[in-house]
Antibody
Framework: EVQLVESGGGLVQPGGFLRLSCEAS????????MTWVRQAPGEGLEWVAT????????YYVDSVKGRFTISRDNAKNSLYLQMNSLRAEDTAVYYC?????????????WGLGILVAVSS | SYELTQPPSVSVSPGQAARITCSGD??????AYWYQQKSGQAPVLVIY???KRPSGIPERFSGSISGTVATLTISGAQVEDEADYYC???????????FGGGTKLTVL
């Protein structure tokens, strides 16, 4: 069964930074695009970023462009999200998800999520 | 920016059909995916590529597409189907993805 395990979350002050990691197992990581999705407390799901299988293409929601960087290490079966200049509105549970379908049309498997809280 | 529009809530009695719509201009060209999220849990894929059901998802879950509207139908909804449901798709460029605002399904 596909497993995705996020780590690296926590409490950070506004303007600070965090690096989320997602360790993947039970599938060939290098064959799949990967995606980060977040959910603010009491709110809906929001797509954050997606990266191609080989890391050569990355796509971001406008609200995080220039602040967040998605990357991957296929040798370590790991996905990352470097989050800089964090704002209160970045407070959310962040999910790592496996993209599927033509041009990563959807996601199928999700991690359990990790909480990022931005507050002074 | 691209948007997918869902009704905020749908309410049915047990055994009735529940229909949740998702409207988006690019849906004639881009697949819709549907997710179920129960309180405090990660989302679960229930329909992919508009109409396909993953293994392990009950047959009462089905998807359809007509023009710019994708629909998730739960035939004979059960109490355990109470959850938030989200549609997900890409814009025309295929380089920006969005979720619908979510629909809270109540079965009582």
């Amino acid at each position: 069964e596909v497993q995705l395990v996020e780590s690296g979350g926590g409490l950070v002050q506004p303007g600070g930074f965090l690096r989320l990691s997602c360790e993947a197992s039970e599938f060939t990581f290098s064959d799949f695009w990967m995606t980060w999705v977040r959910q603010a407390p009491g709110e809906g799901l929001e797509w954050v970023a997606t990266i191609k299988e080989d890391g050569s293409e990355q796509y971001y929601v406008d609200s995080v462009k220039g602040r967040f960087t998605i990357s991957r290490d296929n040798a370590k079966n790991s996905l990352y999200l470097q989050m800089n200049s964090l704002r209160a509105e970045d407070t959310a549970v962040y999910y790592c998800a496996r993209s599927v379908g033509i041009a990563a049309a959807g996601v199928d498997y999700w991690g359990l999520g990790i909480l990022v809280a931005v507050s002074s | 920016s691209y948007e997918l529009t869902q009704p905020p809530s749908v309410s049915v009695s047990p055994g009735q059909a529940a229909r949740i719509t998702c409207s988006g201009d690019a849906l004639p060209k881009k697949y819709a995916y549907w997710y179920q999220q129960k309180s405090g849990q990660a989302p679960v894929l229930v329909i992919y590529e508009d109409i396909k059901r993953p293994s392990g998802i009950p047959e009462r879950f089905s998807g359809s597409i007509s023009g710019t509207v994708a629909t998730l139908t739960i035939s004979g909804a059960q109490v355990e189907d109470e959850a938030d449901y989200y549609c997900y798709s890409a814009d025309r460029s295929g380089n920006l993805w969005v979720f619908g605002g979510g629909t809270k399904l109540t079965v009582l």
